[in-house]
């Protein structure tokens, strides 16, 4: 949804929502935290399993290093990263503003015997304030964002800024946690909010794109397109 496309959507109409506030997810990792102490259900899963494995299968298949650094940002339950653990991914890394989802995550990832492979921190990545432990390993090879653009794009604030015409920090955040050296310098993203074109869009100044996962169409109006996107980009070398 770029301001500049005339065949775009005017952002004015992609509005506030509690889902763009901490508070909220605040909230849902409380109430899950304790679901997952009753019953052990680590809570819901973004977007759904298929996406989350979608995004699992991509990095199989172009990244089998299995000793690369993989960070999440925004990371919730850790669902991925415990994927990826399970694939014996060794050098991973979650981070999330709210503090109820780092714990909710450290306690899976201890009952399912990762603590060890992944490691969590909280960070409120609007504000780059590392609020307890510290993240040394600061490039990485892989960087994974499932619907946290989409939460930071319904920030109450964040709308207000793409209303004044303000610029996006959001790509220059993500480029600042990738090595500039690797191989692979990935940043592989899923969203509901925005389509392919409008994420390359978004991202094109960091970035150049790589591929994307194909996901179920539908069609409406003669047009015919996906509830969700996954899209992978390379970083630029510059």
Known sequence: MNPDSKDMVDEAEFGASELGTKEYWDSVYAREAKNFIANGDI??????????????????????????????LGCGNGHILLDLASHNYTNLTGIDYSLNAIELAK????????EHVIKYHVVDLL????????????????VLDKGTYDAISLNPEMVAKRERGEKDLYPGLVKRWLSKSSEYSIFLITSCNW??????????????YHSSVKHPT?????????????????????
């Not at 973004?46 to 999440?72: C, D, Q, R, T, Y």
């Not at 539908?218 to 510059?238: D, H, N, P, R």
Request: aromatic content about 12%; cysteine-free; hydrophobic content about 35%.
């Open 43 to 72: 809570g819901e899963i973004w977007f759904g399993e298929n996406a989350a494995e979608k995004m699992v299968n991509w990095i199989l298949k172009h990244a089998p290093n299995k000793s690369i650094k993989i960070l999440e």
């Open 218 to 238: 539908f069609t409406f109006g003669g047009i015919t397109g996906q509830t969700i996107s996954t899209v992978a980009f390379k970083l630029k070398e510059k």
């Open 107 to 114: 306690s899976i990832a201890q009952d399912r015997g990762y």
């Open 127 to 142: 504000s780059n304030n590392i609020q307890t432990g510290e993240i040394n390993d600061i490039g990485f090879d892989i």
């Open 195 to 208: 389509t392919k074109e409008e994420l390359e869009q978004r991202f094109g100044d960091e970035f150049n």
